[in-house]
């Protein structure tokens, strides 16, 4: 009978999303209806939870008919069955060379067919996107910000820009989503500074303000001298040189075109950057029909040097591991048991009887294949307790404990607890609102500190489906073993774990700043490597999702994957491992991701074939835009061969309408997305 009931009840709430999200509305009722529909959206859920009814597993059509149900998204982890709609779903053939232009730009008026290929024209002329910042400050100076605006939303902002709030990019996701595309929304907004206003904020607010005292010895006795990676230059340096700030890398945007920079300028700032996101998680919510994803970045939520020092000390835990057992590497790989470790300790002179000593080994986190970390990581949920407190280990000269960590202020302690209810506050968010959230990557002396909480806020949220999705940059030679690890720990605590893999977007600037401070470079060789370690990663997610539905429905879906990827044949390789592994776009566990205005000739083919895609479709007003589009110009400079190919297609499409007599063509999808 409750299931009943729950079936007539979404029915109504159903055309209550339907209604509500139409664009057309006007923005005050748009916005009223939609803070309605969340509100009805979240109760739902807990409803459905209450009464142990799963709806997840279904997605909606945003357009008519209004009760053509569909099923959630490829990484939506739900065991539901598909309802016909679905499976009787139109699909075309997938051209694998991807070179039919007519799947490519069908989606595309011929206005925006000749606009693309006009702009990527653009994106060739080196002298113009070398200086396209000048340029567009120029154009805001001749013309005005209104006439700048309007020239830029017919050119390079209406190629890579979905509009300027929710209701402008209502119709662009529709269209999208009606040829089979998803979206991944992005609200794109970026301050304009200087490079000596960067380095100024960067190194105020990755340096600890607390006093550091002189000591011989690195952290908690462990031994320094001779091993490079945690060489001390002087008596007050006492923290790695990966983990410290250092002026001339202050500004993270260089050489970046490929990623947004957030910088801190205060607690106020990212009180604001929460509200942001939280509202873009809304928008998915009611603009995409929870189909979407929304992106965020840990370095909007709080202060860096909280990630920096929290880096530090998973690296100096791995250390503090080896010292006990001998074991190199992460702590996860060990597979040391507590008996051991604790022998280890009682070898190095700590009296383990010692009932401080006796608490932190009884909060070591394990299983009975042994430790996963040397810390209860789950402890800093809790955001009452001090990371001081948290993260302290036996010296092993004097088996006092002492923190891991470098020293915090008062005020430092209190950023950090603002970060982590911040964090909190998104993803409860997100999980309210049966939404997807993808966590970016950024540089590797940020990435341990963020990779580890994303699996903390994964261990808590992704229990009954995949809510926080960590993001893993494959040029780096450590990318295969932190997926490893990350996978080893979802399984053995038993989470459900999504992962966004990409090949990165901070190599130059990663390369200059190891080289200067004389630790390894993180980069892989060259672009065949990281190709490599792409396909090695793919591999091993896909070979893991083959496995988990060998062994039934307990495990099935539990590994969701989304491959973040404009190389054709990076994407040729996952289609193929799928063929091979027996993994359908059905079984909705792999999905494929590019940017908005972008290789579309890869989207939009795959999304018409039956592949589940998605578009990072960045939105905000024009004017403070500018810093994204200025990236993307750079960014298609350095893809001159992939640009190639897409003018081609593009030449081909517009010559074909031309004697077609089809200049009038007027888009309209009939394609059902998984």
Known sequence: MAKQILVLSSRRLLLLKHHSGRPGHLGEQLVGANQQQLRVISTWNQLC????????????????????????????????????????????????????????????????????????????INVVVDNNEKLMKLGQTVLGKKLFALLMKQTFYGQFVAGEDTVGIAPVIDGMRSFGVKSILDYSVEEDITQEEAEEREMDSCVSHASIEENEANFAGIRARGDKEFAVTS???????????HKEFGDRRVGVTGARTFFYQGEATCERNTDIFLRCIET?????????????????????????QLSEVIARARK???????AKGPVIEGHTDPETFEQGLKEAGVEVEKPAVQDWLEHMTYDKKGLINLFDWGGLLDINILLQDMFKVPNLKTGRMEPLISALTDEEEEQFKNMLRRMHTV??????????????AEQTYF????????????????????IVFNTYQCYLKEAHRNLM????????????????????????????????????????????????????????????????????????????????????????FAIKMMEELNIKPEDKVICFGQLLGMCDQ???????????????????????????????????????????????????????RLLGGKLLHRPKGDYLPI
């Open 447 to 466: 990435q341990p500190a963020i990779s580890r909480l994303t699996l903390e806020m994964m261990k808590k949220y992704n229990t009954d489906k995949a």
């Open 235 to 245: 008596k007050k340096e006492e923290e790695i040189q990966r983990y410290q700030a």
């Open 602 to 656: 890869l989207s939009f083919p795959l999304g018409q074939a039956g592949y589940s895609v998605y578009k990072y479709v960045p939105y905000g007003p024009v004017n403070e835009v500018l810093p994204y589009l200025s990236r993307r110009a750079h960014e298609n400079k350095g893809i001159l061969v992939k640009l190639e190919k897409e003018k081609k297609l593009l030449r081909r499409e517009l010559k074909d």
């Open 49 to 124: 939870q209450q009464l142990g009814v799963t709806t997840a597993g279904r997605r909606f059509k945003s357009a008519a008919p209004p009760l053509a149900a569909e099923t959630a998204d490829p990484c939506q982890l739900e065991l539901e069955d598909l309802p016909i709609e679905v499976i009787n779903r139109k699909k075309d053939v997938l051209d694998l060379s991807f070179e039919d232009h007519s799947a490519a730009f069908k989606s595309k008026t011929t206005w925006e067919v000749l606009r693309a290929l006009m702009v990527f024209q653009v994106c060739g």
């Open 427 to 440: 993803f409860q968010r997100a999980k309210d609102l049966d939404v997807r959230v993808m966590v970016d």
């Open 485 to 572: 690890d990350d996978l080893e720990q979802a399984n053995r605590q038993d989470f459900f774990f999504g992962a966004k893999l990409v090949r990165g977007a901070y190599m130059e600037q990663e390369r200059s700043r190891a080289e200067a401070l004389k630790y390894a470079d993180p980069i892989n060789e060259d672009f065949e490597a990281t190709s490599a370690m792409y396909h090695k990663c793919l591999t091993e997610c896909m070979s893991r999702i083959r496995d988990m539905k060998q062994q039934g429905e307990a495990k099935e879906k539990r590994v969701g994957i989304m491959v973040a990827s404009h190389n054709e044949d990076t994407i040729r």
């Open 284 to 308: 998915v919510a009611t603009t995409t029909h929870t189909t979407g994803f929304a992106a965020i970045k840990l370095t909007a939520l709080g202060r860096p040097q909280l990630l920096l």
């Open 320 to 326: 503090y591991h080896q010292e006990v057992t001998g």
